[in-house]
């Protein structure tokens, strides 16, 4: 499936079961998804590495999302109280905030976007490096090339 269509999808059953789908888990596990599907990963990554950034970034923003939906109530509210007046009739700030809480959903369209960019400058950084690069920086690293210093010395 595209993005857009992904997207849609998740903005329709996220508006339509909120608030039941934040507190099940199930809006984590649906940007899970999202992610997996639409974020590229380098070769070298491991399945582990590229599931621990997933569900970091997954996690923060299903919960920075549930934040902006409850406060989209307020928002959406006092907004046309103050362009009417009066405030909006129950069915229509419904109507209303549904919209949007749909809208707020495209909003990971730009998160997928920055996180694409993350993985890349971060697989850039570690391209010319193994793994275990950083080990001749250790304690033991450093022995090892003293005592061959002083080998030298000794000749």
């Known amino acids: 499936m595209s993005l857009d269509s992904d997207l849609k999808l998740l903005a329709d059953e996220a508006v339509a079961d ?3 789908i934040a507190l099940s888990g199930q809006l984590t596990e649906a940007i899970t998804t999202l992610y997996r599907v639409h974020l590229r990963f380098p070769p070298w990554w491991t399945r582990d ?4 950034f997933i569900s970091h970034n997954a996690d923060m923003d299903a919960g920075h999302l549930a934040t902006q939906f409850d406060d989209l109530i307020d928002i959406v509210i006092d907004r046309f ?3 009417h007046g009066i405030l909006p009739h129950h069915e229509d700030a419904d109507a209303m ?3 949007e809480r749909k809208a707020t ?3 990971l369209e730009g998160a997928i976007e920055a996180l694409s960019e993350e993985v890349s400058k971060m697989a850039l950084h570690s391209s010319s490096r193994a793994p275990a690069s950083m080990t001749g920086c250790s304690p033991a690293g450093r022995r ?3 005592t061959a210093r002083s080998r030298r010395k000794r000749r």
């Open 81 to 83: 109280g103050r362009q």
């Open 144 to 146: 090892s090339r003293s």
């Open 97 to 99: 905030i549904a919209a």
């Open 18 to 20: 909120w608030p039941e």
């Open 49 to 52: 590495e590229c599931d621990d």
């Open 105 to 107: 959903v495209y909003d």
